[in-house]
T-cell receptor
Framework: AQTVTQSQPEMSVQEAETVTLSCTYD???????LFWYKQPPSRQMILVIR??????QNATENRFSVNFQKAAKSFSLKISDSQLGDAAMYFC??????????FGRGTQLTVWP | DSGVTQTPKHLITATGQRVTLRCSPR?????VYWYQQSLDQGLQFLIQ???????AKGNILERFSAQQFPDLHSELNLSSLELGDSALYFC??????????????FGEGSWLTVV
């Protein structure tokens, strides 16, 4: 089984600033994938970014990037130039070889104007 | 729009009743997943189907059952409902069955309120 831990229940950031959300995971599998999903007030689960564990290069999607530290089993999400629309609950997830996603408890991000 | 369609979007029912939640996966996706999101339990994996066959089982209660039909749509049946079953139920889909990096796309969820 896999476990995912998000140690920050809440975070806040000023508009246009940068914020980093933390995530650690534990898995015994050698092949796995990591994801960040965003859940705005609409409750829709929206994929933000994904990382293949076998790739050393950190994934980037526009203002979103990750810091993947495989040895430390750490997978943090950095949001640059934060926008009001980034306010949401962010879930870190890890997929097993069966494909199912294990999620952390989430980090509620508030963006201040 | 993720391409995953769930119905109904909202449902209110009484304790002891039975409901069925329906999910149509994205076109071409063979795997369907069901997740339950409640305030105190976070996002809980319930069950996964791949091309009609059960692939993985999570924290699904015996009162709950699911199936995936030949046209790949899936239904989650919840019976003998209790107040604690009130939650947002997500269906999600992906192309394959294994953890080969298939991204899982979520539907908008079905809000179930048990009164």
């Amino acid at each position: 089984a896999q476990t995912v831990t998000q140690s920050q229940p809440e975070m806040s950031v000023q508009e246009a600033e940068t914020v980093t959300l933390s995530c650690t995971y534990d898995t015994s599998e050698s092949d796995y994938y990591l994801f960040w999903y965003k859940q705005p007030p609409s409750r829709q689960m929206i994929l933000v970014i994904r990382q293949e564990a076998y790739k050393q290069q950190n994934a980037t999607e526009n203002r979103f990037s990750v810091n993947f530290q495989k040895a430390a089993k750490s997978f943090s999400l950095k949001i640059s130039d934060s926008q009001l629309g980034d306010a949401a609950m962010y879930f870190c997830g890890s997929s097993s070889t069966l494909g199912r996603l294990y999620f952390g408890r989430g980090t509620q991000l508030t963006v201040w104007p | 729009d993720s391409g995953v369609t769930q119905t109904p979007k909202h449902l209110i029912t009484a304790t002891g009743q039975r409901v069925t939640l329906r999910c149509s996966p994205r076109s071409g996706d063979l795997s369907v997943y069901w997740y339950q999101q409640s305030l105190d339990q976070g996002l809980q994996f319930l069950i996964q189907y791949y091309n009609g066959e059960e692939r993985a089982k999570g924290n699904i209660l015996e009162r709950f059952s699911a199936q995936q039909f030949p046209d790949l749509h899936s239904e989650l049946n919840l019976s003998s409902l209790e107040l604690g079953d009130s939650a947002l139920y997500f269906c999600a889909s992906s192309i394959g069955s294994s953890g080969d990096g298939n991204t899982i796309y979520f539907g908008e969820g079905s809000w179930l309120t048990v009164v």
